[in-house]
C-alpha cells in the first residue's frame, strides 16, 4: 500500500534537507518509490510512501534538516512551523492617541497565534491581571495579532517583541522594536498661537498708523471735494451756436 502528500506552491529546497516517511506502530516494510525529489521553488512536489503489513497505521510526514525535525503531514494535513514573524511598531507615540501595533507571518499551517512581550514580560490579555501592566489600556487579539493600545499612556513606553505558534515546530520571535509613548507637542502648539498673535497685532498696528497719519481721511475729503455744477444756457437770437447744458465736475 501507499499514501502521498502533496506540498503546494511553497519553496522546498530538497538538495540540502530530506522528507521522512515514518509509521509510529510496527516494524514492517516502509519505503518510497522516489527517495529524492527535486522540484523548482514555488512549483508543487509530489512524494510518496510505500508501506505493507499493517491495517490501520499512523502515518506521519517529517521535515528533516541538519539536528532539527519536524512535522509535515498528520492525518492528511499540512502542517508547516511559523516562520519569523515581522512586526510594526511605532518609534514614538503621542500619550493619549490611539496605537496599534500589528504581528504576522506567512508560513505557519495551521495559521498562528501571536503573543506580545514587552521588556521580556509576556503583555497578559487582560491589563490588569498584571501589576507590571495594570496602568495599561489596550485590547490583544492573538488571531490577528494586533495590540491596541487606546490610549496609550506614558507606562506604555518599552521593547515590544511577538512571538508566533501553531503547534508545530518551535516558536518563532521577532526582533525588538523601542516604544517610546511621548508627551503632546505643547512647546510647537504655543509656538503657533504665538505667531499667530504677532501677526494679528501688525495688523492691527497697521490699521492704527494708516488711520493716525489721516490716510483714511484723505480718502473721505477727496471723495467729498468732487462736486458737479450744473449749468443752464441762456435762449440766444437764431443763426448763433446754442450750448444748451454744460457740467462741470
Sequence with gaps: MGTEVKVGARPLL????????????????????????????????????IYSGFSSPRIEW??????????????????????????????????????VLTCSETDGSPPSEYLWYRDGIQVPQKPKSSRAFSNSSYSLDTKTGELVFDPVSASDTGEYACQAQNGHGAPMMSDSVRMEAVEPNVGGIVAAVIVTLILLGLLIFGIWFAYSRGYFHRIKKGTENKKVIYSQSTARSEGEFRQTSSFLV
Design 14 to 49: 530538497l538538495f540540502t534537507s530530506a522528507i521522512l516517511c515514518s509509521l509510529a506502530l510496527g516494524k514492517e516494510s516502509v519505503g518510497t518509490s522516489n527517495p529524492v525529489v527535486q522540484v523548482p521553488e514555488n512549483k508543487p512536489a509530489k512524494l510518496s510512501c
Design 62 to 99: 517529517k521535515f528533516a534538516q541538519g539536528d532539527i525535525t519536524s512535522l509535515v503531514c498528520y492525518n492528511n494535513k499540512i502542517t508547516v512551523p511559523p516562520s519569523k514573524p515581522t512586526v510594526n511598531v511605532p518609534s514614538s507615540a503621542t500619550i493619549g492617541s490611539r496605537v
